[in-house]
């Protein structure tokens, strides 16, 4: 590239047209494409925590199946909705299924639809992904450090795996900040991240709402003391604290890969 075209000028000496602006647009080029390196890693991370994330889903249903009370350890499993009705666990297939598309992703040929989906798991993890994996962690530990009888009882300890609860709530996030790492991800446009944010908090929401109506009690014990007025508003700072969790990660990106992000920018004025 940067050799042929009529209009060029003239490299002296060199005997061929030469385009001065060609080398900036190169360096672009350059910066912008993803490098063999990049992409192995991206393929071993993938693998790596999409065999992780089978583990754990694994180790936790084993350990549930085992538990001679599993309504006692396993809060939901004998109500309406199972415990689908806790973020957490609605989290560890979200990164599951993350996972899985990303490993897919890579190990397709080069095609339109391998674009397609390359795109998609950006928007999966730019969107979703990483932000549901930080808020179940930040709100988690949060509301476990001024007390974690809101949140996590004491009595779980008698049966429910330390490590385990590490899987639930700690690694991840640790995940999450690896894969941010490792690949890069091009970030939707605000209106599309608010949008899709409004959408799976307020589907949330509605879902534990109406297994409200058939439990007569909210997923989590520190729900269940708040009146109405404070439970809309801890509904409404959810959905902000998601959507925050979306912008630090996209800080994040930009921290890790601001040479790649104004490279696209460049190139996105010159095309």
């Not at 060609?22 to 993938?46: F, I, M, P, Q, W």
């Not at 549930?64 to 109500?79: L, M, Q, S, V, W």
């Not at 439970?231 to 996209?250: I, P, T, W």
């Amino acid at each position: 590239e940067g050799w042929g075209g009529e209009g060029d000028k003239v490299g002296e000496g060199r005997g061929v047209w030469y385009d001065e602006t060609s080398e900036e647009e190169d360096r672009n080029k350059v910066r912008t494409r993803r490098t063999t390196k990049e992409v192995a890693l991206g393929y071993v991370c993938h693998l790596l925590f999409l065999c992780f994330y089978i583990y754990v889903h694994v180790y936790d249903s084993t350990t549930e199946k085992n538990c001679p009370t599993p309504g006692r350890y396993f809060p939901g499993a004998d109500r309406h909705g199972g415990r689908w009705m806790f973020l957490t666990y609605v989290n560890l297939w979200i990164q599951f299924l993350y996972f899985f598309l990303a490993f897919f992703t890579d190990i397709m040929p080069p095609s339109e639809a391998k674009g397609f989906f390359q795109r998609l798991t950006d928007l999966a993890f730019t969107t979703i992904a990483f932000p549901f994996s930080a808020f179940v962690f930040i709100a988690f530990w949060s509301i476990y450090a001024i007390d974690r009888e809101f949140i996590y009882p004491t009595f779980l300890d008698e049966y429910i795996p330390f490590i385990l609860n590490h899987y639930w709530h700690t690694t991840i996030l640790i995940a999450s900040l690896i894969e941010l790492i490792v690949v890069f991800h091009r970030h939707p446009s605000s209106f599309t991240a608010v949008t899709i944010s409004f959408v799976i908090s307020t589907t949330y929401i509605i879902w534990i709402t109406w297994l409200f109506t058939k439990n007569s009690k909210w997923p989590y014990p520190f729900m269940n003391k708040m009146p109405p007025p404070l439970l809309l508003v801890f509904f409404v700072s959810s959905f902000f604290c998601n959507l925050g969790m979306y912008y630090l990660g996209r800080g994040l990106t930009y921290l890790r890969w601001h040479e790649r992000i104004l490279g696209l920018q460049q190139q996105s004025k010159v095309d």
